[in-house]
């Protein structure tokens, strides 16, 4: 664990900027020296209330008649969402949701919501992404939601609590869970039959380092034993599975303690480089590893549960599914959560917000729950979801729903800083495709982390 203590918010300097423009161009991506020079008047710390101490009351507040709702269709979902808001309609006829199709993923929608704020048409629900949603608490752009979960009588025991549990900050909730997923460890039946494995996946990466010789050697015509999830959308979620099982981590639990460069943190990236250049039973995929494994190029990957149902579509072998492997330190948990899910812009009308809650209350039913995960493989959000139907369809997704029980919220430092996960995944691919220093990268990354904090973040918590 790193030596440094961890970082106390309005602590240390940062450069003065207001704080829904600054945050704004952050989440664009504009470079440091372009937003030095957009100086602006400060915005002192520490002014935001806490769901209960803003005195928001819905009562009496009649739902607004017509909501538009922004999604990215993450999972190809936008047949069964459709699917849904129609059977809301048929339920409830006074409020209409309009399904709109507002990026083709979750950066897009994410700068669509951005430039709404400086003066065009806010939505009235829209998706948030795991990486995006604390961006629009520190713009202070969303409602907490407890107060319209009282007034549309939305239970919280019900949500499966860690999934529930990513989008609570300063003791309030500020979104609902709805396209959430795990990555799972996805692998060729036939491959390991012919290598002479059980079927099932590694307990942990140790024993797959011993079986990827095997498969390497089996006879199947693949390029590697193993596949990388593409670095650019993945590194940062799925290596956070090697980094706790080697005792590290981005971050320390529950901290912005940056802990990236740490000893066990290290030891876990070397272990990938490792698996890349100097045991060669592992590659890089340059776009989909989920691609690699459907087309017999690779045995097994690491993808999201939400890429289930493709993956079923696609393969022409049967498709394995296990949980996460552990590492020399930690066996479980070891598996992250991810993916996105539902809240509330709050400068719209409070009969909107009213409105947009009374559809969330639906769209994320129990019944609902099994509806979206059986068209799309991204989990059941409820604890009382019926996942007969769900396993029918497809075994393996049952792997996915109990692995649920041993998930680890993500570590903070990929989550609450912005921009930090393209920053992962820079540095990753340094490491894993041109065979950079791994501490020298590590170290690197720590600092840009500890200077996304220290600028961007701590003036507005």
Same mark, same amino acid.
């Given at each position: 664990?790193?030596?440094?203590?961890? =970082?106390?918010?309005?602590?240390?300097? /940062?450069?003065?900027?207001?704080?829904?423009?600054?945050?704004?161009?952050?989440?664009?991506?504009?470079?440091?020296?372009? #937003?030095? $020079?957009?100086?602006?008047?400060?915005?002192?710390?520490?002014?935001?209330? %806490?769901?209960?101490?803003?005195?928001?009351?819905?009562?009496?507040?009649?739902?607004?008649?017509?909501?538009?709702?922004?999604?990215?269709?993450?999972?190809?979902?936008?047949?069964?969402?459709?699917?849904?808001?129609?059977?809301?309609?048929?339920?409830?006829?006074?409020?209409?949701?309009?399904?709109?199709?507002?990026?083709?993923?979750?950066?897009?929608?994410?700068?669509?919501?951005?430039?709404?704020?400086?003066?065009?048409? #806010?939505?009235?629900?829209?998706?948030?992404?795991?990486?995006?949603?604390?961006?629009?608490?520190?713009?202070?752009?969303?409602?907490?939601?407890?107060?319209?979960?009282?007034?549309?009588?939305?239970?919280?025991?019900?949500?499966?609590?860690?999934?529930?549990?990513?989008?609570?900050?300063?003791?309030?909730?500020?979104?609902?869970?709805?396209?959430?997923?795990?990555?799972?460890?996805?692998?060729?039946?036939?491959?390991?039959?012919?290598?002479?494995?059980?079927?099932?996946?590694?307990?942990?990466?140790?024993?797959? %380092?011993?079986?990827?010789?095997?498969?390497?050697? $089996?006879?199947?015509?693949?390029?590697?034993?193993?596949?990388?999830? $593409?670095?650019?959308?993945?590194?940062?979620? %799925? =290596?956070?599975?090697?980094?706790?099982?080697?005792?590290?981590?981005?971050?320390?639990?529950?901290? =912005?303690?940056?802990?990236?460069?740490?000893?066990?943190?290290?030891?876990?990236?070397?272990?990938?480089?490792? /698996?890349?250049?100097?045991?060669?039973? !592992?590659?890089?995929?340059?776009?989909?590893?989920?691609?690699?494994?459907?087309?017999? !190029? $690779?045995?097994?990957?690491?993808?999201?549960?939400?890429?289930?149902?493709?993956?079923?579509?696609?393969?022409? =072998?049967?498709?394995?599914?296990?949980?996460?492997?552990?590492?020399?330190?930690?066996?479980?948990?070891?598996?992250?959560?991810?993916?996105?899910?539902?809240?509330?812009?709050?400068?719209?009308?409070?009969?909107?917000?009213?409105?947009?809650?009374?559809?969330?209350?639906?769209?994320? %039913?129990?019944?609902?729950?099994?509806?979206?995960?059986?068209?799309?493989?991204?989990?059941?959000?409820?604890?009382?979801?019926?996942?007969?139907?769900?396993?029918?369809?497809?075994?393996?997704?049952?792997?996915?729903?109990?692995?649920?029980?041993?998930?680890?919220?993500?570590?903070?430092?990929?989550?609450?800083?912005?921009?930090?996960?393209?920053?992962?995944?820079?540095?990753?691919?340094?490491?894993?495709?041109?065979?950079?220093?791994?501490?020298?990268? #590590?170290?690197?990354?720590?600092?840009?982390?500890?200077?996304?904090?220290?600028?961007?973040?701590?003036?507005?918590?």
């Amino acid at each position: 664990m790193s030596a440094t203590p961890p =970082f106390r918010p309005g602590t240390l300097a /940062s450069a003065a900027l207001d704080r829904r423009r600054f945050l704004g161009l952050a989440g664009l991506g504009l470079s440091a020296a372009a #937003l030095a $020079a957009c100086s602006g008047p400060s915005t002192a710390p520490g002014a935001r209330a %806490s769901a209960a101490a803003t005195g928001i009351d819905y009562s009496g507040v009649k739902p607004a008649a017509e909501i538009t709702w922004w999604s990215s269709n993450p999972g190809s979902s936008q047949e069964v969402s459709q699917q849904i808001v129609d059977a809301f309609h048929a339920s409830q006829p006074d409020i209409k949701v309009s399904l709109v199709t507002a990026g083709a993923n979750y950066e897009e929608i994410a700068q669509k919501f951005q430039a709404a704020q400086s003066g065009g048409q #806010l939505p009235d629900l829209m998706v948030f992404s795991d990486v995006w949603w604390f961006r629009y608490f520190m713009q202070d752009s969303i409602v907490p939601l407890d107060p319209l979960m009282d007034a549309v009588g939305i239970e919280t025991d019900d949500y499966r609590d860690s999934l529930l549990a990513d989008y609570q900050y300063e003791d309030s909730q500020w979104a609902i869970p709805w396209a959430r997923s795990t990555p799972l460890f996805y692998y060729n039946k036939a491959h390991w039959a012919a290598a002479g494995l059980p079927d099932r996946s590694p307990k942990t990466w140790d024993e797959f %380092s011993e079986w990827a010789p095997k498969l390497q050697a $089996a006879g199947t015509g693949v390029q590697h034993a193993f596949q990388h999830p $593409a670095l650019a959308g993945y590194a940062g979620w %799925s =290596f956070q599975n090697n980094l706790w099982g080697w005792g590290g981590g981005w971050s320390k639990k529950g901290s =912005f303690d940056i802990t990236c460069n740490s000893e066990p943190s290290a030891a876990a990236i070397q272990f990938l480089q490792d /698996s890349v250049y100097k045991n060669g039973w !592992a590659g890089v995929a340059s776009n989909d590893s989920v691609n690699d494994l459907t087309a017999g !190029a $690779a045995s097994a990957t690491i993808a999201s549960t939400g890429s289930l149902v493709t993956v079923l579509k696609a393969a022409q =072998f049967d498709v394995g599914a296990g949980f996460l492997p552990g590492g020399p330190k930690e066996i479980s948990p070891v598996c992250p959560t991810g993916g996105a899910g539902v809240g509330i812009p709050k400068d719209i009308p409070k009969e909107n917000q009213l409105a947009a809650a009374t559809f969330i209350k639906f769209l994320t %039913s129990p019944e609902n729950a099994v509806t979206f995960s059986k068209a799309t493989g991204y989990l059941p959000v409820r604890k009382s979801a019926k996942v007969d139907d769900i396993i029918a369809a497809a075994p393996q997704a049952k792997v996915a729903i109990e692995q649920l029980d041993v998930t680890r919220p993500q570590d903070w430092a990929r989550v609450f800083l912005p921009g930090a996960d393209q920053e992962m995944a820079k540095t990753c691919a340094n490491i894993l495709t041109s065979q950079a220093d791994v501490q020298s990268e #590590l170290d690197g990354l720590k600092t840009t982390l500890e200077t996304i904090y220290n600028r961007d973040v701590a003036p507005n918590i």
